[in-house]
């Protein structure tokens, strides 16, 4: 009875054994495997927070750059707008200076004319003078005596009169003429000078905002170049983490796995 009933409980015992050291086995061989598992989870959880962080902070740069972006582009803007204002200043004052050249072509006609008269008025006048001291200074007495009559020597007195009165108020009418001609000829070159100091300050200030121009549009290329690489390095980071996401849930699924066969 015993020896039968002994035999039943041996086998089992025995079968207990062999189970246990199955187990003891796996949990041996498969120990080593959960602990590199769940030492390539930390690091890529480490890496994962690295990521984000980096992607963090290039996301507050593109807002940066993209803010400078915009004020640049404004500013690029407003300087264009100020150049052509000052480009067609210059060409009104090229307009008004070549308006004063055809006036001071006049004028120069004009005062080559009226010195022109003067010099015949002078030359008149001289060989005037030249012929009285050549007949003597009893000429204009002698004219006067050789009159027949009373009426005829008024008449001589007022011809004589009249003669060298003319003679004065022309000269003195070309020599005015001949003065305010040059006086406008002088007003107007004033004013072509004052007109051409004005287009070279409009000339310089239109060449200061080309170059800010320039300056703005390589400040431009040169943030949107980064902008660009920015967005660029921000994709390829969410990349990364959407692939250590995977990799994480991966390794997840595995340990529960790992566990569960223990």
């Known amino acids: 009875m015993c020896s039968a009933g002994g035999a039943p409980t041996r086998s089992r015992f025995r079968t207990a054994l062999v189970a246990l050291a ?7 061989v498969t120990a080593p495997r ?5 030492t390539e989870m930390e690091k890529s959880r480490q890496r994962l927070d690295e990521i984000r962080r980096e992607r963090e902070r290039l996301r507050s740069q593109q807002q940066r750059l993209s803010g400078q ?3 640049a582009g404004a500013a690029l803007r407003n300087i264009e707008r100020q150049r052509q204002a000052t480009n067609r200043l ?3 004052i090229e307009q008004q200076i070549g308006g004063l050249g055809s006036q001071l072509e006049r004028s120069a006609a004009e005062l080559a004319l009226a010195q022109d008269n003067l010099v015949e ?3 008149v006048l001289r060989r005037r003078l030249t012929d009285i001291y050549k007949r003597g200074p009893l000429y204009t007495f002698q004219v006067l005596l050789a009159a027949e009559s009373f009426g005829d020597l008024l008449t001589r007195y007022k011809y004589l009169f009249l003669t060298s009165r003319q003679d004065r108020d022309l000269m003195e009418d070309v020599e005015q003429l001949t003065t305010r001609v040059q006086r406008e000829r002088n007003t107007l070159l ?3 000078g004052e007109l051409d100091r004005r287009r070279e300050e409009r000339e310089a200030e239109l060449e200061r905002y080309s170059r800010l121009a320039e300056e703005r549009q390589t400040q431009l290329t040169t943030l949107g170049r980064r902008s660009t690489q920015t967005r660029q390095q921000i994709t390829a980071l969410e990349r990364d983490e959407a692939r250590l996401n ?3 849930a991966e390794l997840a699924r595995r340990a529960t796995a790992a566990r569960a066969a223990r």
């Open 69 to 71: 972006l915009t004020d």
């Open 121 to 123: 008025r002078r030359a």
């Open 190 to 192: 004033g004013i072509r």
């Open 246 to 248: 995977t990799v994480l």
């Open 22 to 28: 199955l187990a003891s086995m796996v949990s041996v």
């Open 34 to 38: 959960v602990t590199a598992q769940q």
């Open 90 to 92: 210059v060409n009104e």
